[in-house]
């Protein structure tokens, strides 16, 4: 079945695709791209809805902007892993995540208090500084979804449910496209905005439910 991925998936994809997982020249643009200076200059729109803040969102990765990227995330900001994967790593399937781009706690999860694991804001954008690099690996990135809204019952705090994402990566170093598209009602992911600074929006948390969540991204 084809795998319903998630925005901080497409990190997967550049990470799988190199000689090593740690030893990558992701992390070091320069090795492709020697004369190249990454320029961003895209600012996208105010962020004053949630409809502009997704648009943005979209924009950030097909632009590959990382300037864009970042004034959309809270300095609170989460990712939860999927429960599947914080299942296979409790039944020993899986080895725990590094703890240098995992954080674990302890989180309340059908009734049941277990050891989950998140991205906090610096992990996060530590990785997407690197893939929306635009001298990095990346030749190019799109991405679309749709977002319906599920909660808002909290002042200035927003759910909503993202799903029907399509998503394609092209890497410069061999064209290897990935294309993927799940309405499944059972695989998902849920984003909560809050309303910051000048009214704008922003992500605190995201909370992954889809099929897995590999722990090199």
Not at 106 to 123: D, V
Request: aromatic share 14%; with cysteine; glycine share 4%.
């Amino acid at each position: 079945m084809t795998r319903l991925l998630t925005l901080s998936l497409l990190c997967v994809v550049l990470f799988f695709f190199s000689c090593s997982r740690r030893d990558l020249a992701l992390f070091n643009p320069s090795t492709y791209f020697p004369k190249e200076v990454s320029t961003d200059t895209a600012l996208g729109i105010p962020n004053t809805t949630p409809d502009n803040l997704f648009d943005n969102l979209k924009a950030a990765y097909n632009k590959k902007s990382f300037a864009l990227y970042q004034r959309l995330l809270s300095p609170d900001f989460r990712f939860y892993m999927s429960p599947s994967y914080v299942g296979a790593i409790a039944n020993h399937q899986v080895s725990p995540p590094d703890p240098e781009t995992w954080t674990a706690c302890t989180r309340l999860y059908n009734g049941s208090t277990t050891t989950w694991y998140y991205k906090s804001y610096e992990q996060d954008i530590n990785v997407m500084r690197k893939m929306l690099d635009p001298a990095g690996k990346a030749k190019s990135i799109n991405l679309f979804f749709q977002a319906s809204l599920l909660d808002r019952s909290r002042l200035d705090t927003l759910v909503y449910r993202i799903e029907d994402i399509e998503l394609s990566v092209e890497l410069y170093e061999f064209p290897w496209l990935v294309e993927t598209h799940e309405p499944m009602g059972s695989e998902f992911t849920t984003v909560t905005l809050i309303r910051g600074r000048d009214s704008l929006w922003q992500i605190v948390e995201w909370f992954d439910n889809t099929l897995g969540s590999e722990d090199a991204f």
